[in-house]
Antibody, heavy 123, light 108 residues
């Protein structure tokens, strides 16, 4: 059974970088089937797609983040990660990792979500 | 970026009633690439519908999706108390993928 679990700090300082990791169990990341994604939910705001990564290392980042993102994958550890730089209070959110179903050459919809990790940006 | 608008913002209904939730896109959604998610209090979102009308695994047939172009609906027939949740539509037709603001369903 598929399970995704986020981990990382809950409190970070403004202007710092946060690193979040998603550990996947129940399916192989390197199977070449699924895409893997990060989505966040800011307080009082809607869900926001951050980006996705494929097991090859190919990535797509939401342009709204203005080059503040880095995603990586370590298939041997069954993990993929997100780093967000230059944090502000506006980055306070629940960060979800998720599995994305594949289309013919591109990602489609999320079919499974992690439980989410609250990241608070505050001094 | 495709903007999704959902209506109503909140729906308050009694068990046994039916509910129709609307999702409107700022531009036409190619190949009906719309999904619907249910998020119960304290839980992660759960996939209900993809491809505008295909039910995800283990989703009861009380949930159905429809629509095309820019207008899509999620219909919940015979509401149950466990359906209390926020429902989000999501487009995966054009990057960056986007979500609607959600419709909260209250069960009276």
């Amino acid at each position: 059974q598929l399970h995704l679990q986020e981990s990382g700090p809950g409190l970070v300082q403004p202007s710092d970088t946060v690193s979040l990791t998603c550990t996947v169990s129940g399916v192989s990341i390197s199977g070449g089937i699924y895409y893997w994604s990060w989505i966040r939910h800011r307080p009082g705001k809607g869900l926001e797609w951050i980006g996705w990564i494929y097991y090859t290392g190919n990535t797509y980042y939401n342009p709204s983040f203005k080059s503040r993102l880095v995603m990586s994958v370590d298939a041997s550890k069954k993990q993929f990660s997100l780093r967000v730089h230059a944090l502000t209070a506006a980055d306070t959110a629940i960060y979800y990792c998720a599995r994305v179903m594949p289309g013919p050459g591109y990602p489609e919809f999320v079919d499974n979500w992690g439980q989410g990790r609250l990241v608070t940006v505050s001094s | 970026e495709i903007v999704l608008t959902q209506s109503p913002g909140t729906l308050s209904l009694s068990p046994g009633n039916g509910a129709t939730l609307s999702c409107r896109a700022s531009q036409s959604i190619v190949r009906n690439r719309i999904a619907w998610y249910q998020q119960k209090p304290g839980q992660s979102p759960r996939l209900l519908i993809y491809g505008a009308s295909s039910r995800a695994t283990d989703i009861p047939d009380r949930f159905s999706g429809g629509g095309s172009g820019t207008d899509f609906t999620l219909t919940i027939s015979r509401l149950e108390p466990e359906d209390l949740a926020v429902y989000y539509c999501h487009q995966y037709a054009s990057s960056p993928f986007t979500f609607g603001p959600g419709t909260k369903v209250d069960i009276q």
